[in-house]
């Protein structure tokens, strides 16, 4: 597990283009058979990939469990949400089988002890993104399909910004203890996302971009509002976003991403809004 320690706002200011990408960035989320795994330590959270192949591949696989979370199994005081990015796959939670298309999410409780992921085919294997965030109480297992997401569409062509927010693991969709997770679809024509700009000083953030067609890449703005950086994103990486951090990019063109929050609350609307023409 790699593990990422906290960042202040005032030490970023100096920091390279290399040590942000250190930092903050999840460059390779999905190797065949394994587990890659991403430990912040900006709220504890957990981001993870797993793309099953020739076998069924354990949650835990290659994980220290004791040294890294000090608990007897992953979901022991945690709660987890995932995406399946990839082809037809199955995630088994201590025996029941939950059977994921493109796009469906899954959330699991904390307190499931047992997880394992397969694919319907080698060929066209199954990618698996996930998150998890500590978790103080325990819910329902649910499998959320793509078509049952609370959808919001939001912006417009004429600013580059015409989206559609699915809202999955979202307290309008089901009840969880902290963590929040959905997904936003460009159309095509559109490029900006999250505008206007805006922080969490409650809650930390991770996107994860796809569909980011062939020779074309995402610029995903963090910083300071006043103090702005960038990150060059391809497809399938993810990124760490800090309370003090904006989180905000525009593509080359129009992909998906994939949001995750955690923290004090799971108010959507709890943030403060940067005006744009204030970005520096």
């Known amino acids: 597990m790699d593990i990422r320690y906290s960042c202040n706002q005032r030490d970023f200011k100096r920091y390279t283009t290399e040590e942000i990408r250190n930092e903050f960035l999840i460059e390779k989320l999905f190797i065949e058979d394994e587990v890659a795994a991403v430990y912040s330590?900006?709220?504890?959270?957990?981001?993870?990939?797993?793309?099953?192949?020739?076998?069924?591949?354990?949650?835990?696989?290659?994980?220290d469990i004791w040294a890294n979370f000090g608990t007897h199994y992953f979901l022991e005081r945690r709660e987890m949400g995932m995406f399946n990015v990839g082809g037809e796959g199955t995630v088994l939670v201590d025996g029941v089988e939950y059977e994921l298309g493109y796009?469906?999410?899954?959330?699991?409780?904390?307190?499931?002890?047992e997880v394992y992921f397969t694919s319907k085919c080698p060929c066209?294997?199954?990618k698996f993104y996930i998150v998890s965030a500590p978790a103080h109480c325990s819910y329902e297992n649910k499998l959320i399909k793509i078509a049952d997401a609370a959808k919001k569409p939001l912006g417009a062509l004429e600013t580059?910004?015409?989206?559609?927010?699915?809202?999955?693991?979202?307290?309008a969709v089901l009840k969880t203890?902290?963590?929040?997770?959905g997904m936003t679809v460009l159309e095509p024509g559109s490029v900006w996302n999250t505008m206007p700009a805006h922080t969490h000083e409650r809650r930390m953030e991770?996107?994860?971009?796809?569909?980011?067609?062939?020779?074309?890449?995402?610029?995903?703005m963090m910083g300071e509002g006043q103090e702005t950086r960038h990150v060059v994103m391809l497809n399938e990486q993810a990124v760490i976003s800090p309370s003090w951090s904006i989180h905000a990019g525009?593509?080359?063109?129009?992909?998906?991403?994939?949001?995750a929050m955690g923290g004090e609350n799971q108010a959507f609307d709890d943030m403060d809004a940067i005006p744009t023409t204030e970005l520096r």
């Open 41 to 63: 330590h900006v709220d504890r959270m957990v981001t993870l990939g797993v793309m099953p192949v020739n076998e069924k591949v354990a949650l835990d696989k290659g994980i």
């Open 103 to 113: 796009k469906d999410c899954l959330y699991i409780t904390r307190g499931a002890k």
């Open 124 to 126: 066209s294997p199954a």
């Open 160 to 171: 580059s910004n015409k989206r559609v927010i699915n809202q999955f693991i979202h307290p």
């Open 177 to 181: 203890c902290q963590l929040s997770m």
């Open 206 to 220: 991770v996107y994860f971009y796809f569909e980011v067609s062939e020779n074309n890449v995402v610029f995903h």
């Open 250 to 259: 525009a593509g080359t063109s129009n992909y998906t991403f994939i949001w």
